[in-house]
């Protein structure tokens, strides 16, 4: 079985940073897609950024690039996600996700098989 813990949410002001982390275990990650998703209040659950564990290959939401930072360190099997520029309609709660038959369509919530429990991160304006 396979558990996810984030943590690294909190409170910042706009323009702030904050870097969440994904501790994973419970077997190897090698063929494993892992990603970060987000969900506001009222909102679906909405892909923020993944990759690929074994590759290293990186996808990012639009509204994302070049403000949020995906990395893994293999060695720890743990996933960051460094988020700069943050804004007020960045907050949310994050979740960090991984499935281990990646398929064509990784922007989907319903594409991976697990879930951490959610961190909140809440932008100030």
């Known amino acids: 079985q396979v558990e996810l813990v984030e943590s690294g949410g909190g409170l910042v002001q706009a323009g702030g940073s904050l870097r969440l982390s994904c501790a994973a275990s419970?077997?190897?990650?090698?063929?494993?897609?892992m990603g970060w998703f987000r969900q506001a209040p009222g909102k679906e659950r909405e892909h923020v950024a993944r990759i690929m564990w074994n590759t290293g290959t990186i996808y990012y939401s639009d509204f994302v690039r070049g403000r949020f930072t995906i990395s893994r360190d293999i060695s720890k099997s743990i996933m960051y996600l460094q988020m700069n520029s943050l804004k007020p309609e960045d907050t949310a709660v994050y979740y960090c996700a991984a499935v281990s038959r990646p398929g064509p369509v990784l922007t989907s919530s319903r594409a991976y098989d697990y879930w951490g429990q959610g961190t909140q991160v809440t932008v100030s304006s």
């Open positions: 419970g077997r190897a990650f090698s063929n494993y897609a």
